[in-house]
C-alpha cells in the first residue's frame, strides 16, 4: 500500500533555529497537507498545497511558517524560528483528489524545541 | 465548516459490535463525511468516506441518514487493536479541521 514518508522520525533544536520537515507525498496524489498535534490534544490544520500554491493556511500558519515542493516528490515545512510552543508532532498528508477523495498520512515527524 | 459534535469517549468489550455516532447538524450539500482513526504518536488512518445512506468496507460501515444531519461509524466485532481516538470530519474544502475525537477503549 502506498505510503506517506516523513524524515526525520524525531527532531530536536535550539529555540530561535530554523527546521525543515521533509514529506514524501504519494506519486499520483495532487492535495498536501501539513497539520501537527501537540502532545495530548488534538489534530490542528496549518496548511493546503495544491498546484504548486498555498490553498488554504490556518492562523496558526503565521509568517515563521512556509511549505515548498522543491521537485517533483518532496513537500516541504520550514518553521523560521523556532519556539518552544512549535514543539508538535508535525503531520504531512497527500490526498488524489481533495477531502473528497481522503487524506493519507504519514507517521509524522516529532519536533521538540529546547 | 460544519462543526461535528461526538463523545468523548466510549467503552467496549471485545467481540461487540461499537457504534459512534457523530452530529453535523450543519452540513452544507457539498460535504462529504469521512471517518479517522489515530493510535498513539501515530498519524490519522483514513477509515471510511460516505456522502448518504450507508457505505462498507473491509473495516467499517457508515451509516448516514436521509438528512445527513449525523452519521454513525460501525464496527464489528472489535478487538483490542480497535482502541484508538475516532475522528468524524465532514467537508469539501482543503482545510479539513479535526475535533477532539471519540477515545474508544476495548475491553478484554
Known amino acids: 500500500e502506498p505510503e506517506v514518508t516523513q524524515t526525520p522520525s524525531h527532531q530536536v533544536t535550539q529555540m530561535g533555529q530554523e527546521v525543515i520537515l521533509r514529506c514524501v507525498p504519494i506519486?499520483?496524489?495532487?492535495?498536501f497537507y501539513w497539520y501537527r498535534q501537540i502532545l495530548g490534544q488534538k489534530v490542528e490544520f496549518l496548511v493546503s498545497?495544491?498546484?504548486?500554491?498555498?490553498?488554504?493556511k490556518s492562523e496558526i500558519f503565521d509568517d515563521q511558517f512556509s511549505v515548498e515542493r522543491p521537485d517533483g516528490s518532496n513537500f516541504t515545512l520550514k518553521i523560521r524560528s523556532t519556539k518552544l510552543e512549535d514543539s508538535a508532532m508535525y503531520f504531512c498528508?497527500?490526498?488524489?483528489?481533495?477531502?473528497?477523495?481522503?487524506?493519507?498520512f504519514g507517521s509524522g515527524t516529532r519536533l521538540t524545541v529546547v | 465548516l460544519a462543526k461535528t459534535t461526538q463523545p468523548i469517549s466510549m467503552d467496549s468489550y471485545e467481540g461487540q459490535e461499537v457504534n459512534i455516532t457523530c452530529s453535523h447538524n450543519?452540513?452544507?450539500?457539498?460535504?462529504?463525511i469521512t471517518w479517522y482513526q489515530q493510535f498513539p504518536s501515530q498519524g490519522p488512518r483514513f477509515i471510511i468516506q460516505?456522502?448518504?445512506t450507508k457505505v462498507t468496507n473491509e473495516v467499517a460501515s457508515l451509516f448516514i441518514p436521509a438528512d445527513r444531519k449525523s452519521s454513525t461509524l460501525s464496527l464489528p466485532r472489535v478487538s483490542l487493536s480497535d482502541t484508538a481516538v475516532y475522528y468524524c470530519?465532514?467537508?469539501?474544502?482543503?482545510?479539513?479541521?479535526f475535533g477532539a475525537g471519540t477515545r474508544l477503549t476495548v475491553k478484554p
Open positions: 460516505g456522502y448518504k
Open positions: 470530519l465532514v467537508g469539501d474544502r482543503g482545510d479539513m479541521r
Open positions: 498545497f495544491y498546484n504548486n500554491e498555498i490553498s488554504e
Open positions: 498528508a497527500s490526498s488524489e483528489g481533495g477531502q473528497n477523495y481522503g487524506y493519507t
Open positions: 506519486s499520483n496524489h495532487l492535495y
Open positions: 450543519n452540513i452544507a450539500t457539498n460535504d462529504y
